[in-house]
């Protein structure tokens, strides 16, 4: 572990303390966000020390030219990736001439922070003494508005503790920034207007290339010994807007600033009134006030824990962790526009574009089926048919064709953005995950009408791609996928990757399978999708010899699957007789080492167990999980959630548990020594998983909901909520038992432990 | 085939008419070296039209820092580059004010260049029509001294045809120049000072980073009607200084320019001295002049075709290409500086960096062994000697201990400069090349003095990297050296290529018995490397273990060793059912489909066939060579002469033929469609292999000279020499057969067709 400077706390995050060290990491963990938009920690008066600022809006990106050191056809042009915004949240303050500034007080006390997770706000407080010898206090209080979600709020609360004295407090709006990841240190925004309008502040830009236009904005108002101060007249330079409210304050005297500041985008608004839209929003919240507005983002956050809390009992580290996970992803992503998705790292920080991965099919859709609705699964299903013709061109660019889809491994419009040909071009396991999402959609939430509306089109493209993918080896007589990366990035180019042949023929399968059912269920559809991709029988049944006669590594003596051709010529050391001196392996060894070492970076062999369970033995899976687990190095934030559920499932609670710690609480405990990037926000939802499909054993069997509830030994209980089917299900589970509770009207029937269990609304039935 | 303008020529390389499109690929083809600096043929007055400028130093380069798209752990953090250096050669020519530049003439007659190979200078001429109505008529000749090789000298000739002028020509230097294929737009080059003094320029300067000191100078005289021409005063600026020519002509009047220039560098001199230096051999080429150093350049390169030449009756094309090759070869690298080697592209582009890569072994030092002597190729073995420490080093950072080396694929200084993984960490096969060039030395030249001297560290430390680098596969019960890239680099991270694996027993087995010998011979020796090593018994004794249980794979199906585990479940349709249109690969398919492809780039386990052919039988060689070449796309402009030798070993002398016309006019017809970038200056030396071990059939066994000559059918015959162990053998084939004539003054038996023939000096011997 790299840090426990977090006070544990069962709702909120705590820093208590300043130490200039801290600041960078402080700035990811207490970042806040509202789907639309995201600030990570930053201090609003100027901070000389070391500091990584980041303010986002989501949906906006740039495409930045790619680097590569020798290019290779195929690579796409640019790298999209998410955009440090203009800054809003900036307040300059000023006292007697000198900058406040805590990188250069001579002393600063009760410094705390606080993310409060159950009402969504973050307050900064510290007292300090400037280089002058004058001692302040400030209380500064800040949210990001998920009613009004182009909008965030900050309370700065400033005393003099010492001696009277002048304050200027400033405002300002700033569009002179640089993304720290930038790789030709181009311009990513063009300033094109800055207004200045009594309290109000404006600035149009857009972004280069992308042309997505912007108004950053702001409105600000003070109040000194509880007098309104008024704003001197607004400073402009090419970037930038400010106010000024200069003051005098006596000793204990005190000095509010009220700001409201966000962006209004042309995602959502006619691109030539940003700023009157932006005058509405600020009419709006203005009138409510900074406190009323706190009071709407309480409710906000009340509604979204009501469903998607889980609580624990007796362990208050495991409790704060899975919090600040479930707070995280609903600051990412709330479900409510189908254009926008899940980045790895959310509005946390810059690296890995902000873009779309194949996490949000394979660890966040199951977190946002289960505790919002099918709606929001559905959205994100929809992103990707969206993206069905961008798939399209990019298998056609890697000689592809007649219809056949290769989703991009990294994305933000559909068109690959990734550029390492190991990955770009090889690791394309992901476009199996992108068909599991649809049959696991179907299977949890029943609805059916996603599949022949969109869900058919995009297994046909997948079951294309596939179909040219592999090829015949006239030695082994079978289908061979030659050329591969796994889910394991720590081998590349491989021949025959266990789990992509899996997931190959599944895909096939199932999409045949479909086929079948649309034809009978949905013929309109049916004629208009074979209209559309001009699939014929010849075609299917050329699949079907693909998928039948695939080939599987496999290894009679140690009775399992390979990982691939070769797995067995490996040194086969468990990681535990590794030198911990040498861990983590990819900031220890140097790459040709780990790619010919039987070290596995995240789930590879076992990700095929987890998604396709029922088609393999509890044995089976013990011994896979016994084969490949020891020679697994977590060292992708992606792993121990499904070695968690696995190792539950084998009845091994104490590995189950160990597995959850780390994935729980990777960033607060920075694991990775990385968190002052940004967080890991995907690997959050697997966190969520461990607990609900791991601990709790939540499976969907035959359309019902099937538990084999355990607990951790260190806890007392836990319990969450699953909404399944539109009913409203919570599921507790302590020391004694476990319990369930079903809102609603209608009954319905589940499992526990094997045994049907019938649920009346209002009831509670222990199992 | 792209291009055809070259004229046949037998010992000029001939341009005639004047084309635009033409103007880069001709600055490669005409390009001028000596060994110590080299000179793309740009033109000395302004050219405004696409131009690639290139003027180099050979040993001086510029660590360029590393561009990336994804850090690996153990990637070099610098590439170092080949300079573009300051600019020696340029005159600017005005005439009544304007300029004169071939892109804005209305007209261009007989524009003709010239690249005497025979005498080693370089002419072009033409006449013009300007803008402004002026006529003028230009002979330019150029060339760099092989006798003082700091300096290069030109001669300017310009008449006016068709009225009286004022003419202004101004030989300037430059240092404001950049390369083409900087990574960062850094500034490569530092000027510190610049000096004019009456007809000499100097401008010092150094590069940045590695701070070679350089002086770039020149000196300038002019006549017109016969009567010298005063210079006017210096012109400087940050970057350049010029002399002026200022001068009136009659029609039909002519200006003559003479310019000495070139550089003086901190290698040879003392930094601090380098215009004292420069001034020095002014004063020496200047007292010379330019008609009687001309004399001296045609003396050098006489005694260099005396001894290198091949020459073809019957074929002006293969004999205009041998030639080109030849030239170019010793334009790049005349063997008198051990600091020095043979970038890919020599002095003819920026590309691969200038600097030193497997090429030189492989193909390189057979050529300067024979054509030069001994001295020359131990000069080369002494290159890696010399970076011995630093491939430990570069072993030491891929996690290797214990002395183990591992000879960088690109390097400039020992360090390594290539950031592919699949090629910096993976293609290892090329230190087998290292130790392989040591054995070949000796074999061809029977001085075993090098081993015991320096080769045999060499060897222990190749010796210990393969003994680590491999591992053992308790499932095949044998050795494998997984993760590797052969030299067919269209394969990627695949385990056991062949080659690799058995170039890695032989080097094991090899650095053995040198031990043995070593110990045996030169024990004084024996105890100092082993000092030096710590080399114990038990270590020797693991090295054996591996070359004696080394995997290799086959296929008994076809009789053939497989390039690679898995080689066979590649779709294998051979290269000639690929449509015309998806050629070349490399610029046609996306990189993931060239890998999971069977093509093949250049000789792979045929390589080892070639290395290594009394290893095998004929017949063995038969099944290999019609297994593997039908895979291959020969996309590298290594691979034909490999597969030339092998042909004409079979007797198939027509394939043989064609490919040997594949390689050696592989820039002169511009068959890969860049050599405007710059020629294949190591891939020339395959060429001259080609007829020497190819048709003539040259090998070395037991300590004899070895030959088993043929003709090809369109030629009536070729003639070469060898200087084999201080003998120089003149070997000629005609349709008739082939005869021998030994110079010197002792006797020598060769073998012809496997009878022993003997020689006796003066002799000409029938065979």
Redesign the interface.
């Known amino acids: 572990m790299n840090q426990d400077y977090i006070v544990p706390d069962e709702w909120s995050i705590i820093e208590e303390g300043f130490d200039k060290n801290r600041v960078k990491s402080s700035e990811s963990l207490f970042s806040i966000g509202n789907g639309a938009m995201g600030q990570r920690a930053n201090f609003e008066e100027t901070y000389s020390g070391p500091t990584f600022q980041g303010s986002y809006i989501a949906g906006v990106y740039y495409p930045d030219k790619?680097?590569?050191?020798?290019w290779?056809?195929?690579y796409p042009e640019y790298f999209a990736k998410v955009l440090n915004a203009p800054n809003w949240i900036g307040i300059d303050i000023s006292i007697d001439g000198e900058p406040l500034d805590l990188n250069t007080c001579t002393k600063v006390d009760n410094y705390r922070r606080e993310l409060n997770m159950k009402e969504g706000w973050y307050q900064r407080s510290f007292e300090a003494t400037m280089p002058n010898g004058i001692e302040v206090k400030a209380v500064v209080t800040r949210f990001l508005s998920l009613k009004y979600d182009e909008v965030g709020a900050i309370k700065y609360e400033l005393e003099v503790l010492n001696k009277d004295v002048g304050v200027a407090a400033m405002p300002y709006l700033d569009s002179g920034i640089k993304n720290e990841d930038s790789n030709w240190d181009d311009q990513f925004w063009n300033t094109t207007n800055i207004v200045a309008d009594g309290s109000r502040g404006f600035i149009e830009a857009h972004t280069m290339k992308t042309n997505f236009a912007t108004c950053t904005f702001m409105m600000a108002t003070a109040e000194a010994h509880n007098e309104q101060v008024k704003p001197s007249s607004p400073q402009k330079t090419d970037t930038k807007v400010s106010l000024t409210f200069d003051t005098a304050l006596k000793k204990g005297g005190k000095l509010t600033v009220i700001k409201y500041g966000g962006y209004t985008v042309d995602r959502n608004h006619d691109k030539n009134k940003l700023i009157e839209a932006a005058n509405e929003v600020l009419d709006k919240v203005s009138a409510i006030g900074f406190d009323g507005l706190l009071q709407t983002q309480k409710k906000a956050w009340a509604d979204i824990w009501q469903m998607s809390d889980i609580a624990i009992k007796g362990d208050v580290k495991a409790q704060q962790g899975i919090r600040f996970n479930i707070f995280q992803l609903n600051q990412t992503y709330l479900g409510t526009d189908s254009r926008l998705n899940i980045g790895p790292k959310g509005f946390t920080g810059e690296k890995y574009g902000g873009s779309t991965y194949w996490d949000t099919e394979a660890y966040c859709i199951p977190f946002y089926m289960a505790t919002k609705n099918q709606e929001v699964a559905r959205r994100l299903l929809k992103y990707r048919y969206n993206h069905l013709e961008k798939a399209i061109e990019n298998a056609q660019?890697?000689?592809f064709e007649n219809g056949a889809a290769l989703y991009p491994m990294v994305t933000m419009n559909g068109e690959e953005c990734h550029?390492?040909?190991e990955i770009t071009?090889?690791e394309i396991h992901r476009n199996g995950a992108i068909a599991f999402a649809i049959y696991n959609y179907f299977r949890f939430t029943g609805d059916y009408s996603y599949i022949p509306e969109m869900g058919l089109e995009v297994l046909i493209g997948i079951a294309r791609f596939w179909h040219q993918r592999a090829?015949?080896?006239?030695?082994?007589g079978q289908y061979?996928i030659?050329?591969v990366t796994g889910p394991n990035e720590y081998e590349?180019?491989?021949?025959?990757n266990w789990y992509t042949n899996y997931i190959a023929k599944w895909c096939i399968e199932y999409a045949i399978e479909q086929l079948e059912k649309v034809k009978e269920g949905y013929p309109d559809d049916y004629k208009r999708i074979i209209g559309k991709t001009h699939l014929t029988e010849t075609e299917t049944e050329k699949w079907k010899k693909v998928a039948d006669n695939m080939y599987f590594p496999y290894s009679k003596?140690h009775g399992v699957y390979l990982q691939q051709?070769?797995f067995?010529?490996?040194?086969?050391i468990p990681v535990s007789e590794l030198p911990k001196s040498e861990r983590p392996l990819?900031?220890?060894?140097?790459?040709?080492?780990i790619?010919?070492s039987p070290y596995i970076k995240q789930a590879d062999t076992l990700q095929g167990f987890y998604f396709f369970e029922d088609h393999f033995t509890k044995e089976e899976l013990r011994k896979h999980f016994d084969f490949y687990e020891p020679f697994t190095v977590h060292e992708s934030s992606l792993s121990p959630c499904v070695h968690s559920i696995q190792a539950a499932k084998l009845g091994r609670m104490d590995q189950a548990y160990q597995f959850y710690l780390r994935t729980s609480r990777l960033d607060l405990d920075d694991y990775n020594k990385e968190v002052e990037e940004g967080l890991h926000i995907t690997s959050m939802a697997g966190t969520w998983m461990s607990i609900v499909e791991g601990f709790a054993g939540m499976r969907i069997i035959e359309d019902k909901l099937n538990f084999t509830p355990q607990l951790p030994e260190k806890w007392e209980a836990y319990s969450f909520k699953i909404n399944f089917r539109n009913r409203i299900l919570k599921v507790t589970v302590t020391k004694e038992g476990s319990s369930y509770e079903l809102t609603g009207t209608e009954e319905m029937s589940i499992r526990v432990n094997g045994q049907r269990v019938v649920l009346k609304p209002g009831e509670t039935i222990q199992a």
């Open positions: 790619t680097r590569v050191g020798w290779k056809n195929g660019k890697l000689g550029n390492e040909w071009f090889e090829n015949f080896s006239e030695h082994k061979v030659l050329g590349n180019n491989v021949n025959n003596e051709d070769g067995l010529d490996k040194e086969l990819n900031q220890k060894w140097s790459w040709d080492r790619l010919r």
